[in-house]
C-alpha cells in the first residue's frame, strides 16, 4: 500500500529556530509538491518539484523557506528563522505529471 | 487573479442528496479536481474533469462547464462518513492546482 510519508507529524518550537520537514513520495512518482494549510487561507502551493527539480517556488517566502529534493526519495522543506506566522499545517503530494496528487499526513507546526 | 467560490458551509440530512457549487476564475485552465478532506487529515482524491459534462463514480458525480467557469459534486445517499470538507481544485498549469477554503459538509441524522 504505497503511500506518502512526512517526519515530522507534529513539531513545536520557539520563534527563530530552524524547523526542517521531511517527505518521503511515493516510489516512481516524478513530480513533489509543498502545501500549507491554514484555516483562513486554505491550501496554499508552496513549491513542486519534477524530476528533482524545482519548476514552481513562487509560493514561497524566499527569505525564509527552502525547498529541495536531495534524491528521488526526499523532499526537504526547511524554515529559517520561524515565526509564529507559520503555524499551519504542511502537507507534501506527489504524483505524476497530468494526475492526481497523493497527499501525505502532514506536519503540523507550532511557532511559539 | 486567481479565485475560486464555494460555499463556507452546508448541512444535510443522512440518505438524502446533495449539491457543493463551485465557481472559478484562472489564469490558465486544465482540468478541475475535487478532494475529501476530513478533519484532522490529508485531502484524499475524488474526482477529475476535464471535459464538459458529467462523470459518475458511485455515489458521487461531478459536473464541469468551462464556458461558464462552473463545477458542482454532487453526493447520494448521504451518509454520516461523508462529514468532511469538499475541496474544488482547478488545475491551471502542467500539474498545478489552485485550492480554495473548500465546503465543510456535516450530514446529520
Known amino acids: 500500500d504505497a503511500r506518502v510519508t512526512q517526519t515530522p507529524r507534529d513539531k513545536v518550537t520557539e520563534m527563530g529556530q530552524e524547523v526542517t520537514m521531511r517527505c518521503q513520495p511515493i516510489?516512481?512518482?516524478?513530480?513533489v509538491f509543498w502545501y500549507r494549510q491554514t484555516m483562513m487561507q486554505g491550501l496554499e502551493l508552496l513549491a513542486y518539484?519534477?524530476?528533482?527539480?524545482?519548476?514552481?517556488d513562487s509560493g514561497m517566502p524566499k527569505d525564509r523557506f527552502s525547498a529541495e529534493m536531495p534524491d528521488a526519495t526526499l523532499a526537504t522543506l526547511k524554515i529559517q528563522p520561524s515565526e509564529p506566522r507559520d503555524s499551519a499545517v504542511y502537507f507534501c503530494?506527489?504524483?505524476?505529471?497530468?494526475?492526481?496528487?497523493?497527499f501525505g499526513p502532514g506536519t503540523r507546526l507550532t511557532v511559539l | 487573479g486567481q479565485n475560486i467560490d464555494q460555499p463556507t458551509e452546508m448541512t444535510a440530512t443522512e440518505g438524502a442528496i446533495v449539491q457543493i457549487n463551485c465557481t472559478y476564475q484562472t489564469s490558465g485552465f486544465n482540468g478541475l479536481f475535487w478532494y475529501q478532506q476530513h478533519a484532522g487529515e490529508a485531502p484524499t482524491f475524488l474526482s477529475y474533469?476535464?471535459?464538459?459534462g458529467l462523470e459518475e463514480k458511485g455515489r458521487f458525480s461531478s459536473f464541469l462547464s468551462r464556458s461558464k467557469g462552473y463545477s458542482y459534486l454532487l453526493l447520494k445517499e448521504l451518509q454520516m462518513k461523508d462529514s468532511a470538507s469538499y475541496l474544488c481544485?482547478?488545475?491551471?498549469?502542467?500539474?498545478?492546482?489552485?485550492f480554495g477554503t473548500g465546503t465543510r459538509l456535516t450530514v446529520i441524522p
Open positions: 516510489l516512481g512518482h516524478n513530480t
Open positions: 481544485a482547478p488545475k491551471t498549469g502542467a500539474n498545478n492546482l489552485f
Open positions: 474533469n476535464v471535459l464538459d
Open positions: 518539484f519534477r524530476n528533482r527539480a524545482p519548476l514552481d
Open positions: 503530494a506527489s504524483g505524476f505529471s497530468q494526475g492526481e496528487q497523493f
